[in-house]
């Protein structure tokens, strides 16, 4: 094997720790899809499982243009690289259809309206990313990075996808003041604050990458999010009874 970059350890490492995400974060979103009963709260459990389904299919092509880039494909990194910006900005869309269904207590038809227009900047964003290209191709012992040719492609992910959604997570904390029931609050909370953690991870990987430890964050995060729709014990009983008065 001719790759130059067989003693970056660093890199498998990088590419463990991703695909770690990856298989936890599947695991919370297939939970909470199996876990939704209430009809009333189908659809925004649906779309969380996506954000972490999408978060998931980030990472875990993160962790195999890694290893290519180990073994010194350049070309099938490049590939996976906008493979995985197609998961990652997936996750804005997600974002945004929670933050307006628990500020709106549950109108999906009004959620929707946000999330299809963030999805079109989104699909807006892989076209001028994939035909202005990459390259500045950096392989460190930690990462491989490639830089986006486009300074469009770089400003409508940054202000069009990612700011926005990282707001409305945090706006998300908002929608207590309407919120009526204690498992109402919950979820909110728990909603909030596993999204911010993971996305602005995500954040930081897009704008700073650097070495994966700081990701393993990101584990916790999806523990939030399994307990959003499967609560621990010891809550569970209050909750369910709370919503069965």
């Not at 463990?16 to 009333?40: D, H, N, P, T």
């Not at 999408?54 to 890694?66: D, K």
């Not at 590939?79 to 197609?86: I, K, S």
């Not at 945090?170 to 596993?194: E, H, N, P």
Request: with cysteine; proline share 4%.
């Amino acid at each position: 094997m001719n790759s130059p970059y067989l003693d970056y350890y660093g890199l498998i490492a990088n590419a463990a720790v991703s695909l770690g995400i990856a298989i936890i974060g599947i695991l919370v979103s297939i939970i909470v899809m199996r876990r939704q009963k209430s009809a009333r709260t189908k659809s925004a459990g649906y779309i969380f499982a996506s954000f972490w389904m999408a978060l998931s299919l980030l990472y875990f092509f993160v962790a195999v243009r890694t290893l290519f880039g180990y073994l010194g494909y350049e070309q099938l990194d490049l590939v996976f690289f906008y493979v995985d910006n197609f998961f990652g900005g997936l996750m804005a869309p997600c974002a945004l259809f929670l933050f307006f269904y628990f500020i709106t207590q549950g109108k999906t038809k009004v959620a929707l309206i946000p999330g299809l227009i963030s999805l079109g900047i989104w699909a807006t964003w892989n076209v001028v990313n994939i035909i202005g290209g990459a390259g500045n191709y950096t392989v460190t012992l930690w990462f491989t990075e490639w830089e986006p040719n486009s300074a469009i492609a770089r400003a409508i992910a940054i202000f069009g996808l990612y700011l926005p959604s990282a707001l409305a997570i945090i706006g998300l904390l908002f929608a207590l003041i309407r919120a009526q029931s204690r498992l109402a609050r919950y979820r909110i909370i728990f909603t909030s604050v596993s999204m911010f953690v993971a996305f602005g991870i995500v954040i930081i990987d897009y704008l700073f990458p650097g070495p994966p430890w700081m990701r393993l964050v990101i584990l916790l995060a999806a523990i939030l999010g399994y307990f959003t729709y499967v609560p621990p014990k010891f809550l569970h009983k209050t909750l369910e009874m709370e919503a069965e008065a």
